[in-house]
């Protein structure tokens, strides 16, 4: 169960990130310094309307406390969703769409495509380099379902987190990641 932290241990990392390791020379326990690195690289451009970026911030904040406080993870995992939301519901003009519907629209338009994500880059990237001797056959078109699977799963997540539950895991970093290309995808620089 989670409970306020004691008044002298605010200061000090979360328990729950005490295996965590980072790849270096050799692996590495993880650091404050390592989480602010990532988060300060989950920008939004200049293009993005101001007032989408600042509320994108919290989630970025967010992160970087989980230091402190773990579970704020989820928290931030969550106010990066509702800044896709947010971000969508500028980017068309509707107040009274539904997230998935617009996630649709915004695939459909091709506001968000697959291979702007800096994940799918490096797993295109990857493949080519590594060839055939790993992966088979490098198909241009491999990750056309992804965004797809966006429009099903982001909503299903917002909506799990926002309505209550226990969930709490590691990784949401790279979630908060996605919300951010998917953002930046929908302005023009």
Same mark, same amino acid.
Request: net charge negative; proline share 4%; no cysteine.
């Given at each position: 169960m989670e409970e306020l932290k004691n008044f002298d241990e605010i200061h000090e990392r979360d328990p729950r990130y005490h295996d965590?390791?980072?790849?270096?020379? +050799?692996?590495?326990?993880?650091?404050?310094?390592?989480?602010?690195?990532?988060?300060?690289?989950?920008?939004?451009?200049?293009?993005?309307? +101001?007032?989408?970026?600042?509320?994108? +911030?919290?989630?970025?904040?967010?992160?970087?406390?989980?230091?402190?406080?773990?579970?704020?993870?989820?928290?931030?995992?969550?106010?990066?969703?509702?800044?896709? +939301?947010?971000?969508?519901?500028?980017?068309?003009?509707?107040?009274?769409?539904?997230f998935k519907d617009m996630l649709a629209k915004a695939v459909k338009e091709k506001w968000i495509i697959a291979d702007n994500f800096s994940h799918i880059q490096i797993r295109i990237k990857n493949m080519q380099e590594l060839g055939e001797v790993y992966y088979g056959p490098v198909e241009t078109d491999m990750f056309k379902h992804y965004c797809d699977s966006l429009c099903k799963s982001i909503p299903y997540f917002r909506n799990e987190m926002a309505h209550g539950s226990t969930m709490l895991f590691p990784g949401t970093s790279h979630d908060v990641r996605i919300c951010s290309e998917i953002i930046n995808q929908l302005f023009k620089k």
């Open positions: 965590f390791v980072v790849p270096a020379e +050799e692996f590495r326990k993880i650091s404050l310094a390592d989480i602010y690195k990532e988060v300060s690289d989950m920008k939004l451009h200049d293009g993005v309307p +101001e007032k989408i970026r600042s509320h994108f +911030e919290m989630a970025r904040n967010l992160l970087i406390y989980s230091w402190f406080h773990y579970p704020f993870h989820m928290a931030a995992w969550l106010y990066a969703l509702i800044s896709v +939301e947010y971000a969508l519901k500028e980017k068309i003009g509707k107040d009274n769409m539904i």
